[in-house]
């Protein structure tokens, strides 16, 4: 089997390779950064090192690198002959892609793969599929809509940012979760083990974004302003820990009142489960990479935003979930483009704008007045 996966970075390598791997893959690994795809190339293989007490390492083999950017015909080649293909980008970088996809995928000739983005984001391979057709003229967009399944996913796995060893290696918590929807799938003989197939992705791609990432993004946003480097450090503050926990109790209301597929004791152990993971004493993971792009986090889709409107449209409060939000506008990084933005847009144009803007809220709709309010409070 033929694996093309865009995105050397952290859970590429850490989590897709390893699965894919074990499902007997080749794996083409497509990125833009020389340094990783050079060591790719001469190294072969990697290591995976498990988080956790007694040391585990995972190796995987024979694995190759490409630069989208400047090897696009041996990419197409590669897309053209696989048996899978994989992203993990991140949310902004998808459309980058679509080019170099759209010609592999036409020069299958209507041989049938499945293109899956594991990123966090809801919709992540129908998203990428709109990028694809946005390239296509009215032939290849046919090609593409019969041969090409973009079925969404989720995946779950803690991967801080380090480099270990070759520059390869890296360091994983031990769990992990990646769910793939059956619908819109066009190659289901492809199975890869590992991975939980289910009919609608819904429910779990929003119990994950709005446990996993929500919480996540609680630690780093409320952690970062008390002055914590890592999560760990953040969550061992009682007042950070309380304010997390507080805004996944109030997304879990949410997600138990608005799908049967998880019961609320269900949800309370995968709650507790979460605060585990986070506390992980072998996981270094910085705030300022669980808090990168607060833009995009911030936006209508997403982990803070789009839990806290439900909950509200469903007579919810979101108190925890308002002071995250809050925080998050308060987040600075100098080193991060999106966060710098952030600060510029408030610092020019005011909160509102980037809530109207960013958050696409209505002006006085009440969950832009609750953050308003409490942001003008926390200013005062
Ligand atoms: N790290 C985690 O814990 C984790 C867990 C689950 C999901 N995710 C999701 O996976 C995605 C990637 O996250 P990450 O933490 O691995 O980030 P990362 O920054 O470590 O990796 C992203 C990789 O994409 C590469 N890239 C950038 N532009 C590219 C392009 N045009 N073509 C090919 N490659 C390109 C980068 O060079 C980098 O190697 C994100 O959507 C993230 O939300 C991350
Ligand atoms: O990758 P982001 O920027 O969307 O979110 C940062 C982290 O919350 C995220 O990478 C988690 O570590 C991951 O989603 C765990 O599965």
């Not at 296509?136 to 940012?161: K, T």
């Not at 926990?245 to 609320?264: Q, R």
């Amino acid at each position: 089997m033929k694996a093309v996966h865009f995105g050397a970075g952290n859970i590429g390598r850490g989590f897709i390779g390893q699965l894919l791997y074990d499902a007997g893959a080749a794996i083409t690994f497509v990125d833009v950064n020389d340094e990783v795809i050079n060591a790719m190339n001469s190294e072969r293989h990697y290591d995976i090192v498990y988080a956790q007490e007694e040391e585990l390492r995972y190796s995987v083999h024979g694995v190759k690198g490409l630069n989208s950017r400047t090897e696009t015909d041996k990419v197409v080649s590669e897309i053209a002959e696989a048996d899978i293909v994989t992203t993990a980008v991140g949310p902004n970088v998808l459309k980058f892609l679509a080019p170099v996809i759209k010609e592999g995928l036409v020069k299958r000739s209507g041989k049938a793969v499945d293109v899956i983005a594991c990123e966090n984001m809801v919709g992540g391979s129908e998203q990428l599929k709109q990028y694809v057709l946005d390239q296509a003229d009215d032939e290849e967009r046919r090609i593409v809509e019969e041969s090409a399944g973009f079925p969404n996913a989720a995946v779950d796995r803690i991967v801080p940012e380090q480099v270990v060893g070759n520059g390869l290696d890296v360091t994983v918590e031990p769990f992990y979760e990646w769910i793939v929807e059956t619908e819109g799938m066009k190659n289901p003989d492809v199975r890869i083990p590992g991975i939980l197939y289910v009919e609608a992705l819904s429910p779990y791609i929003e119990r994950k974004l709005f446990t996993v990432n929500t919480g996540h993004a609680a630690a780093a946003y409320l952690g970062s302003l008390e002055g914590y480097k890592t999560i760990a450090e953040a969550m061992a503050d009682e007042g950070v820990f309380t304010s997390v926990s507080g805004a996944l109790e109030e997304t879990g209301k949410l997600l138990t009142a608005k799908y049967d597929t998880f019961s609320k004791d269900e949800q309370k152990a995968y709650i507790e489960k979460v605060l585990a993971r986070f506390v992980n004493p072998k996981l270094v993971d910085d705030v300022k990479r669980v808090g990168r792009t607060p833009l995009r986090k911030l936006g209508r889709k997403e982990r803070l935003i789009s839990p806290a409107e439900q909950l509200m449209k469903r007579n919810g409060q979101p108190a925890f979930l308002v002071d995250v939000i809050v925080a998050a506008l308060s987040f600075r990084n100098e080193d991060d483009p999106e966060a710098v933005k952030l600060a510029e847009e408030i610092q020019e144009k005011g909160v509102g704008y980037v809530l109207r803007h960013y958050s696409q809220l209505e002006e006085n709709s009440p969950l832009y007045e609750s953050i308003s309010e409490k942001y003008n409070e926390a200013e005062k």
